[in-house]
Nanobody, 115 residues
Framework: QVALVGSGGGLVQPWGPLKLSCSGSGSNCSDYANGWYRQAPGKQLELVGVISSDGNPNYADSVKGRLIIYRNNAMNTVFLQMNNLKPEDTAVYYC?????????WGQGTQVTVSS
């Protein structure tokens, strides 16, 4: 079973870029569907996007064209490249791996978009 560690959050100015990482151990991330979620203050958990085990990504409409999910199998890591960040992207970001009935979450990493 895979265990995940998320990292890379921080403070970024509006329209800037930031890349989050989700490192796996114990199993290959590529054997799972890997998703990124976020939770803004006072709001529910929101799906940002998912990359399937065969490498196909899908994104929430709110982030299409700005956020990219990709996986580096050699590093056993899933990345979330975020571009043109907006203040409304401020949230705690979580990565998740899912296969069948098994789900693993990484710890959250805070992203704050502010000038």
């Amino acid at each position: 079973q895979v265990a995940l560690v998320g990292s890379g959050g921080g403070l970024v100015q509006p329209w800037g870029p930031l890349k989050l990482s989700c490192s796996g151990s114990g199993s290959n991330c590529s054997d799972y569907a890997n998703g990124w979620y976020r939770q803004a203050p006072g709001k529910q958990l929101e799906l940002v996007g998912v990359i399937s085990s065969d490498g196909n990504p899908n994104y929430a409409d709110s982030v299409k064209g700005r956020l990219i999910i990709y996986r580096n199998n050699a590093m056993n890591t899933v990345f979330l490249q975020m571009n043109n960040l907006k203040p409304e992207d401020t949230a705690v970001y979580y990565c998740k791996a899912r296969r069948g009935s098994f789900t693993s979450w990484g710890q959250g990493t805070q992203v704050t978009v502010s000038s």
